[in-house]
């Protein structure tokens, strides 16, 4: 499904979008994620979502948020996003 296509639907999700952009606002991730709540986030393309992709998203309530300091590559961003999550649940 193409990007564009794939934002435009509509989600009951709390949706998030991680990117590596310096020159958009990210909220850390860890302050965002709340126990027992559905999230729907975008883990980008190697080499990071475009500029266009991002102000895209965030017109479609799509929150930006930062997994780290450090570059990740495409799946370990997805499981450090799946195990945050995990890890929040399990506090509650």
């Known amino acids: ?15 998030l ?8 606002e ?12 559905d999230y729907l986030i975008l883990i980008g393309p190697e080499g990071d979502f475009s500029k266009e992709e991002i102000t895209l998203a965030e017109k479609k309530g799509f929150i930006g948020i ?3 300091n450090q570059r ?9 996003a799946v195990f945050g999550i995990n890890w929040v ?3 509650k």
């Open 26 to 37: 990210r909220a850390h991730f860890q302050s965002l994620a709340k126990p027992e709540t």
């Open 72 to 80: 990740l590559r495409t799946e370990t961003a997805a499981l450090n």
């Open 1 to 15: 499904m193409k990007f564009n296509d794939f934002i435009l639907q509509n989600s009951e999700m709390q949706k």
């Open 89 to 91: 649940n399990q506090l």
């Open 17 to 24: 979008i991680a990117h590596c952009d310096t020159d958009f």
């Open 66 to 68: 930062s997994l780290g």
